[in-house]
């Protein structure tokens, strides 16, 4: 089983929808986890922390549920501009520091 | 301007020829790391470093060197390139990783090895 898995998509969504997706991860002493977006060929870069509360961002929500060992992110009204591939990042623990990367979850906002 | 620069861009190379990818960060970065980056895979961390002189396998280190003498430079040596090193490489770097601080990616480097 892979540490984090993400369902690789892709998620074909029409423009002004909400969509969802989770990530799931293995390790129960994750300290942090974080939503970055990558467009093709290019670095990914931040798109937001994920905190125990949950956090809000814009159009953006994302969630942690410890008990279940998720996340997700929730993108209300998308945007042509949304569709890129989602990576879901876990911080393995507190004396490790390793960054671990799911594999992504591929985005197409159509018009 | 803040970023993190890494060279080459591209490389073409043959199996068994020393290569090194160099990146450097004009942010007093802390944190550094190097990453492959796979189709279906996604990204993999291959080295970190804490700060200088510190540095931490991550999931896929072999056939991999690194070295932090400096903080700003965190080179990334392949003694002896195979052809399953064929991939695109990011290296990254952030604050601290202690404090959620985000990871400020190079452009990447496609490496490739005949």
């Known amino acids: 089983r892979k540490e984090v898995e993400q369902d690789p998509g892709p998620f074909n969504v029409p423009e002004g929808a909400t969509v969802a997706f989770n990530c799931t991860y293995s390790?129960?002493?994750?300290?942090?986890f974080f939503w970055y977006r990558q467009d093709c060929r290019k670095e990914p870069k931040l798109l937001m922390s994920?905190?125990?509360?949950?956090n809000e961002d814009g159009r953006f929500t994302a969630q942690l549920n410890r008990a279940s060992q998720y996340i997700s992110l929730l993108i209300r009204d998308s945007k042509l501009s949304d569709s890129a591939t989602y990576l879901c990042?876990?911080?393995?623990?507190?004396?490790?520091?390793?960054?671990?990367w799911g594999a992504g979850t591929k985005l197409i906002i159509k018009p | 301007e803040a970023q993190v620069t890494q060279n080459p861009r591209y490389l073409i190379t043959v199996t068994g020829k020393k290569l090194t990818v160099t990146c450097s960060q004009n942010?007093?970065?802390?944190?550094m790391s190097w990453y492959r980056q796979d189709p279906g895979l996604g990204l993999r961390q291959i080295y970190y470093?804490?700060?200088?002189?510190?540095?931490d396998k991550g999931d896929v280190p072999e056939g991999y060197k690194v070295s932090r003498k400096e903080k700003r430079n965190f080179p990334l040596i392949l003694e002896s390139p195979s052809p399953n090193q064929t991939s695109l490489y990011f290296c990254?770097?952030?604050?601290?990783?202690?404090?959620?601080?985000?990871?400020?990616f190079g452009d990447g480097t496609r490496l490739s090895i005949l």
């Open positions: 390790n129960s002493a994750s300290q942090s």
């Open positions: 994920v905190y125990s509360s949950g």
């Open positions: 990042v876990v911080l393995l623990g507190v004396s490790n520091y390793q960054l671990i």
């Open positions: 470093s804490m700060n200088v002189e510190v540095t």
């Open positions: 942010m007093n970065h802390e944190y």
């Open positions: 990254a770097s952030s604050l601290s990783v202690r404090l959620n601080q985000p990871q400020h």
